[in-house]
């Protein structure tokens, strides 16, 4: 079955770095997009970034451009998300999520606990 599998959360201090991973296996049809989200506790889970899996269009939720970049390997069906300058808002599960057409997600992985202290 189609597994997404996040890794790479944890704890870091404000204005630190992390780097996160999505590696998708079990797939019955071609990546379209791959995408990050996250949901702070009491909030509605909420879009960080996506990748059109051709490599041409990127996207980014104004409140992380500029600190978060999105990258692909498409021979390992995996995701990154490089977090810098880290904010205490920035504390969530973060979410991936793979998309097989423009309809939307299909699937998400089981999310990965990223916490910033000030």
């Known amino acids: 079955q189609v597994q997404l599998v996040e890794s790479g959360g944890g704890l870091a201090q404000a204005g630190g770095s992390l780097r996160l991973s999505c590696a998708a296996s079990?797939?019955?049809?071609?990546?379209?997009?791959m995408a990050w989200f996250r949901q702070a506790p009491g909030k509605e889970r909420e879009f960080v970034s996506a990748?059109?899996?051709?490599?041409?269009?990127?996207w980014y939720a104004e409140y992380v451009k500029g600190r978060f970049t999105i990258s692909r390997d498409n021979a390992k069906n995996t995701v990154y998300l490089q977090m810098n300058s880290l904010k205490p808002e920035d504390t969530g599960v973060y979410y991936c999520?793979?998309?097989?057409?423009?309809?939307?997600?299909?699937?998400w992985g089981q999310g990965t606990q990223v916490t910033v202290s000030s």
């Open positions: 999520g793979v998309a097989g057409s423009r309809r939307g997600y299909d699937y």
């Open positions: 079990g797939l019955t049809f071609s990546i379209y997009e």
């Open positions: 990748i059109r899996w051709t490599g041409d269009s990127i």
